[in-house]
């Protein structure tokens, strides 16, 4: 087990280690968000199966081993997910499986348990990856996405290389996500449309770029530039501009190269 701390303000290793002595803690010196911190748990850990767990999920007991018998049973699956539940309501399902939305750039979280193994596009929060595909796609992006959308543009790339997602119904997780509320802060608000409009213009065609840009983005737009200062954790102004910022990014967007290295960053 390899837990990163992502230069928090309380370190994990002091109040973790006693209980978990045979853990590895990694700790960034400086904040470096979601895929790097999750690029840097995988290479610093061992075995053919990579499970990613996010610090506000609760897995069940045999999720793990559940999820390592859906990806024994094909080659061609690279990533296997268990069902979330919210943890506030435990038996509501937050996401069983992951489709693309009929509107571009979105993707539809559905809530209905399958009766066995199910495709999904995507996935989130936890999942297991197959140690090969995840080295063969150099992991996940974290120059063009390192919060927000890391998930899917890895999704696009498992799927374009052949190979797909399922969910195991059997294997639990639970979320803790609030019903209106996500946790939010300045550097979050920021990549939220930001990333969404990266992923249009790395995976859509230029005519769905140019429909989401006219008809959707200014109601999405208002919706988050709402939602998001009402959560925040650093102040609503600083949300709200960063989330502008991000926006207008998003929309001069020229793609990055991401390096085969990336995932050997200095902690």
């Not at 609760?58 to 268990?82: F, H, R, Y």
């Given at each position: 087990?390899?837990?990163?701390?992502?230069?928090?303000?309380?370190?994990?290793?002091?109040?973790?280690?006693?209980?978990?002595?045979?853990?590895?803690?990694?700790?960034?010196?400086?904040?470096?968000?979601?895929?790097?911190?999750?690029?840097?748990?995988?290479?610093?850990?061992?075995?053919?199966?990579?499970?990613?767990?996010?610090?506000?999920?609760?897995?069940?007991?045999?999720?793990?081993?559940?999820?390592?018998?859906?990806?024994?049973?094909?080659?061609?699956?690279?990533?296997?997910?268990?069902?979330?539940?919210y943890l506030g309501r435990p038996t509501v399902v937050w996401t069983s499986y992951i489709t693309r939305s009929a509107f571009p750039g979105f993707y539809k979280l559905h809530t209905d348990i399958p009766s066995s193994d199910a495709p999904t596009f995507s996935f989130?929060?936890?999942?297991?990856v197959k140690r090969k595909v995840f080295d063969e796609l150099h992991g996940f992006d974290c120059v063009n996405f390192p919060i927000?959308?890391?998930?899917?543009?890895?999704?696009?790339?498992?799927?374009?290389?052949?190979?797909?997602?399922?969910?195991?119904?059997?294997?639990?997780?639970?979320?803790?996500?609030?019903?209106s509320l996500v946790h939010i802060d300045s550097a979050r608000a920021y990549y939220t449309e930001r990333n969404r409009i990266v992923v249009l213009k790395r995976y859509f065609s230029k005519r769905d770029l140019?429909?989401?840009?006219?008809?959707?983005?200014?109601?999405?737009?208002?919706?988050?530039?709402?939602?998001?200062?009402?959560?925040t954790t650093d102040g609503r102004l600083k949300t709200a501009s960063s989330f502008l910022r991000g926006t207008v990014d998003g929309l001069r967007f020229k793609e990055t190269k991401m390096t085969p290295n990336q995932d050997r960053l200095e902690l």
């Open positions: 087990m390899v837990v990163v701390d992502d230069a928090s303000t309380n370190p994990a290793e002091p109040a973790l280690s006693s209980r978990f002595p045979s853990a590895r803690f990694l700790r960034n010196k400086e904040r470096k968000l979601l895929s790097c911190s999750r690029n840097l748990g995988a290479a610093a850990s061992s075995g053919n199966y990579l499970f990613f767990l996010d610090d506000d999920n609760v897995l069940a007991p045999d999720a793990i081993g559940l999820l390592a018998e859906t990806l024994d049973k094909s080659e061609q699956v690279a990533v296997s997910a268990p069902v979330t539940f989130h929060n936890s999942f297991m927000r959308f890391s998930e899917v543009d890895f999704a696009h790339r498992v799927n374009a290389a052949g190979y797909s997602a399922v969910v195991n119904p059997k294997a639990k997780d639970w979320h803790d996500l609030g019903w140019v429909f989401y840009s006219i008809c959707i983005l200014p109601f999405v737009g208002a919706y988050y530039l709402v939602h998001h200062p009402l959560g």
